[in-house]
Structure formats: C-alpha cells, structure tokens
C-alpha cells in the first residue's frame, strides 16, 4: 500500500532553516510527481511546491519562492522540502502528498517558527 512518512519538522527561530524528508513506498516513486503543503491552525491546506516525476521541473506558492527548495532522490524514494529564511507565518503542519489514482496524504510534520 502507498505510504508516505514525513520527517524533519521543529522548532526553529526566525531566520532559522530546517529540511524536512517524505519517504515513499507502495508505489513507484520515480513515476509520480509529488508536492508538499501545509495547513496552519484556523486555516485550509494550501500547496507550496511542487516537483515533477524526474526533478527536472519545480514550482512554488509565491509565499515561499526563494526561500524553499523542493528536490527529490528517485533512488531513496525520496522528497524534500529545503526550508531557509523562515519566518513565523510559515508556522503550520507540513504533508507530503502523492496522487497515485487517487489522493496519498502523509501524517504531517509540525512546523513552528519563533519570533
């Protein structure tokens, strides 16, 4: 069955960096494109990058352009989420997401940024 755990969330000061990790299985990862988004509280889930099946093409909400940096390694199964410069709004719980014929949700990784 297609799972998808995340790793690598924290608490980080402003400013600060953390890369966070969503490991794939269930599913061959070097077919599917996948994403990262994130919900923070009293808010909906909102995609912030995205990342094709070979790496070779990426995109980002304007709110983290130049900041995040999604990458993949097909061979570990893989995706990451390069978080710099981070500021509190970024503040919120972190999915990886694959659809793979239908939704794949991972359990979500806290992210809180202190001021």
């Known amino acids: 069955q297609v799972q998808l755990v995340e790793s690598g969330g924290g608490l980080v000061q402003a400013g600060g960096s953390l890369r966070l990790s969503c490991a794939a299985s269930?599913?061959?990862?070097?077919?599917?494109?996948m994403s990262w988004y994130r919900q923070a509280p009293g808010k909906e889930r909102e995609l912030i990058a995205g990342?094709?099946?070979?790496?070779?093409?990426?995109n980002y909400a304007d709110s983290v352009k130049g900041r995040f940096t999604i990458s993949r390694d097909n061979a570990k199964n893989t995706v990451y989420l390069q978080m710099n410069s981070l500021k509190p709004e970024d503040t919120a719980v972190y999915f990886c997401?694959?659809?793979?014929?239908?939704?794949?949700w991972g359990q979500g990784t806290q992210v809180t940024v202190s001021s």
């Open positions: 269930g599913f061959t990862f070097s077919w599917i494109a």
């Open positions: 990342i094709s099946n070979d790496g070779g093409r990426t």
């Open positions: 997401y694959a659809r793979v014929f239908r939704d794949y």
